[in-house]
C-alpha cells in the first residue's frame, strides 16, 4: 500500500514536471520590433491658406507615373514651377517654364553625352557652343508640347515662422508632355545644326560619333535630367 502511494505520487510528480516543461516551449520569446525611423520633418515659413486640389498631386513627385506605361510609350514629360503675387501669371509662368526645360534638358543631356563620349577630349568650340546655344536652338525645334496637368498653392509667408517677409504668394506647378517622335526630331534637327557650326572635319566626324542615336537615348529616359544649374 506504501508503495502504491509512492508510486501514485511520483508519476503526479512526472506529470507536473513534463506539463511545466511542455507549456515553457510554448513560450514563444518575441524579438524587440526595431523602431521605425521618422521621415525627414522640415520647418515650413508659410501658412497654406488655399490649393486647386485638397492633396497635392502625386504626378509633382512621380511625373512619368501620370498616364502609366501607355504614355510612357508616346510621350516624355517636363515638369517646373513658378511662384508670384497673381495666380494667373504664375500659372502661365510655370507652363512657359516647363516648355523651356524641354529644350534645356535636351541640350544638358547632348552635353552631357559629348562630354561622355570623349572622356575630357573635348573640343573647346564645340564644348562652348553646347554651354551657350545649344538649349536656345534647341528652343525653336519644340513642336507638339502641351500642358497636362498644373496646381497652385496659395501661400502666406510669416516672418515668425522664418520667411523673410510677410507676404502672399502663389507657388504653382505646370507638367508638360510631348511626342516622342517630336523629340526625336528636334533633337536630330539640333544635333544637325551643331554640326554645321563645325568648321573641321576631323572635329566634326568625332562629334557626330560621340553623339550619334543621342535621340534614342533621351526618350528611353524615364527621369528628368539633372541640369547643370540645378546641382
Partial sequence: MFSLRKLVMAAMMIGLVTSCGSSKKKEKVEAPKE?????RKFQKDFV?????????PTWIDM???VEGSKGKKKFRYFLDGSEGQSKRLCLRSAGARANARIAREIAQFIKNT???ATQGGEDEDVSEYMQEQLAQEAQTFIVG????RTYWEKRRYKMELGASQDETKYSCNALVKMPKKNLEKAIRNSTAKLLRSIQDPEVKQKTEKAISQVEEKFNSLEQPVQLDDEV
Wanted: proline letters at 8%.
Fill in 35 to 39: 523602431a521605425k525611423p521618422e521621415g
Fill in 145 to 148: 508640347a502641351q500642358t497636362l
Fill in 48 to 56: 497654406l491658406i488655399e490649393a486647386s486640389s485638397a492633396e497635392k
Fill in 114 to 116: 559629348y562630354a561622355e
Fill in 63 to 65: 511625373p512619368y507615373e
